[in-house]
């Protein structure tokens, strides 16, 4: 996957899941533990953070 291709994906799922957490754990997963929806949720967050992040710090890298 070209690395532009992978930072759109991870804003995507980024932005998704900032605004699909809440949704969800008002809505469809109400009656669930809602520690376990937030770490799955979390997780998808960390991992386009670090995506993003980690794709910062190549064009810096590439850049000097």
């Not at 799922?13 to 949720?41: C, D, H, K, M, Y």
């Amino acid at each position: 996957m070209r690395p532009k291709v992978r930072v759109r994906a991870a804003w995507v799922l980024l932005v998704g899941a900032a605004v699909a957490w809440p949704v969800t754990a008002l809505t469809v997963f109400r009656e669930e533990p809602q520690g376990i929806l937030g770490l799955s949720f979390l997780a998808i967050v960390l991992t386009a953070a670090d995506i993003v992040s980690t794709q910062d710090v190549r064009k810096q890298q590439e850049g000097e």
